[in-house]
T-cell receptor, first 116, second 112 residues
């Protein structure tokens, strides 16, 4: 399978715990994005990487959130001291270098987080 | 970026053409129209995009009005697997951060 993969697919955690999600983009895609989606809403942008550089962060990404993309390959999104409001689907997407307009993004299946 | 307006829901019979409208009356000259869809419990899927001319690919056709204030996504022969939420998004070409800004979309239900 050459698509975007995310791990885990589901995560249940207790309030106050830390969680980490992983995204493996399509190989050779240099751009990687994280979005968050709550029930009935469209995805909300969280952050964007070009290679290993984090170039944009939404103000939705509070101090409890951190994302990395070491070596410009896979990415991790960590949430510290989780709150019930963090319950959502976390989506990762990637897009290729230099082709099209940059908005043809390929999404993974998402990680559904439930904070109890 | 221009705001888009879509109907919250639509029905279409299986085998018929599904026509999904989108209004973007404040679109500017360098903004593209993108369509994505999201099948239940899956990540969004890119469908098609266009600037001025009509576009067609293996999934759908995109018709943009001459004044570019609205567009229609056409699924020529809808199947049950096309049941999904369809999002119309307007973005400038090669903007600095490439983030997609999503509305609530249109929930399309294909009926047998």
């Amino acid at each position: 399978d050459t698509g975007v993969s995310q791990d885990p697919r589901h995560k249940i955690t207790k309030r106050g715990q830390n969680v980490t999600f992983r995204c493996d983009p399509i190989s050779e895609h240099n751009r990687l994005y994280w979005y968050r989606q709550t029930l009935g809403q469209g995805p909300e942008f969280l952050t964007y990487f070009q290679n290993e550089a984090q170039l944009e962060k939404s103000r939705l990404l509070s101090d409890r959130f951190s994302a990395e993309r070491p070596k410009g390959s896979f990415s991790t999104l960590e949430i510290q001291r989780t709150e019930q409001g963090d319950s959502a689907m976390y989506l990762c997407a990637s897009s290729p270098r230099g082709t099209g307009t940059g908005y043809e993004q390929y999404f993974g299946p998402g990680t559904r987080l439930t904070v109890t | 970026d221009a705001k888009t307006t879509q109907p919250p829901s639509m029905d279409c019979a299986e085998g018929r053409a599904a026509n999904l409208p989108c209004n973007h009356s404040t679109i500017s000259g360098n903004e593209y129209v993108y369509w994505y869809r999201q099948i239940h419990s899956q990540g969004p899927q890119y469908i098609i995009h266009g600037l001025k001319n009509n576009e067609t690919n293996e999934m759908a056709s995109l018709i943009i009005t001459e004044d570019r204030k609205s567009s229609t996504l056409i699924l020529p022969h809808a199947t049950l697997r096309d049941t999904a939420v369809y999002y119309c998004i307007v973005r400038k070409d090669m903007d600095s951060n490439y983030q997609l800004i999503w509305g609530a979309g249109t929930k399309l239900i294909i009926k047998p």
